[in-house]
């Protein structure tokens, strides 16, 4: 089974040889090399051209500077595999990954096979969450563990899709925030079954003062979180994943009056409302966010004072949550 795997590639000079050298070294050898270098103004695109001369597996496609979304769609256009993978191109993959991915998704028959990683920060490595255990899911079950963050997250990175599954699938471009997520969703509601290999088998690094862990999230970041989180929510009604997708929802939006409390105090009242919307309309919300939504409706100075609180002591969680 040929792999293409897609790379959009941004003004990552430092670290985009390290990413196509851990590709190279992958012992499952059936793989094209797409890189779409998306406009960048340091010497990225020259490095991956570099690598093409030196390897027929690997097309670089040069572009201005559209953002990552449309880099991936130029990349699902020229992909010609039987399986699709993307990552990013300052990250790197273990030499078995592949091999991996490729041998549960043939052994169990899956629609899309996927790992954990290692969440590299400095010289802090944590595994998420490397149990080895594996877990063979129909549509349902592997939707609900997606949108709860329940065993595994929506990284993009960490997944392999058969081909046919991303028929008609696209990056939504005007998003700036949770794009993979959405994408993710759209390819698992289409998924007959799935299967999780718990190893961590792809390497997330994050760069201090670069990753998007590190910066100050802006305005327009939250309210795409909040605008993937409540298309989920919408698609969900009537179905049993309605709950799940609505803690979601909740959840993004709550980030949004946090942001609001600091920078925006007049949109606090309309976010609250429509929680408390959500809120009334779902019925079955667990304690954490019925609390919230509580708080938020009828205690907003409260809710302050806790979430000052919270971030004093706040630890951040890198991890998918587990059961």
């Not at 027929?56 to 992909?79: C, F, K």
């Not at 899911?137 to 929506?154: D, H, K, N, P, Y």
């Not at 079955?284 to 002591?313: A, D, E, F, H, Q």
């Amino acid at each position: 089974m040929k792999i293409s795997i897609i790379i959009p590639v941004y003004n990552c000079e430092k670290f985009i040889a390290n990413c196509i050298d851990s590709v190279l070294q992958q012992t499952w050898r059936d793989y094209e090399i797409i890189i779409v270098n998306d406009g960048s103004t340091d010497s990225s695109g020259k490095i991956c051209d570099e690598f093409a001369r030196k390897d027929d597996r690997i097309t670089v496609i040069h572009q201005e500077n559209y953002g990552v979304s449309h880099a991936r769609n130029i990349g699902l256009l020229h992909a010609t595999g039987e399986a699709i993978s993307f990552i990013d191109g300052d990250d790197t993959l273990e030499s078995e990954m592949y091999e991996v991915l490729i041998q549960a998704m043939q052994e169990h028959n899956a629609d899309i096979s996927h790992c954990g990683y290692k969440h590299i920060v400095g010289e802090e490595i944590r595994l998420v969450h490397d149990t080895k255990r594996v877990l063979v899911q129909e549509q349902q079950e592997a939707l609900e563990c997606l949108v709860s963050g329940r065993f595994f997250g929506g990284g993009l990175w960490s997944k392999l899709f058969r081909r046919e599954l991303l028929n008609g699938l696209t990056f939504r471009e005007n998003l700036k925030n949770n794009e993979d997520i959405l994408f993710n969703y759209e390819a698992f509601s289409k998924a007959k079954k799935v299967v999780f290999i718990d190893s961590a088998l792809y390497n997330y690094i994050a760069r201090l003062g670069t990753s998007a862990i590190f910066k100050t999230p802006d305005e327009k970041k939250i309210k795409d979180a909040c605008e993937v989180s409540e298309y989920i929510y919408e698609e969900s009604k009537g179905e049993k994943l309605e709950d799940i997708a609505a803690e979601r929802y909740i959840r993004s939006l709550s980030g949004y009056y946090q942001y609001c409390m600091s920078n925006r105090k007049e949109k606090c009242k309309d976010i609250s409302s429509i929680m408390k919307k959500v809120a009334d309309d779902t019925g079955n919300l667990g304690r954490n966010m019925s609390i919230t939504v509580k708080l938020i409706c009828y205690c907003p100075w409260l809710y302050r004072i806790v979430i000052r609180l919270y971030k004093k002591i706040r630890k951040p969680q890198w991890e998918a949550r587990k059961e």
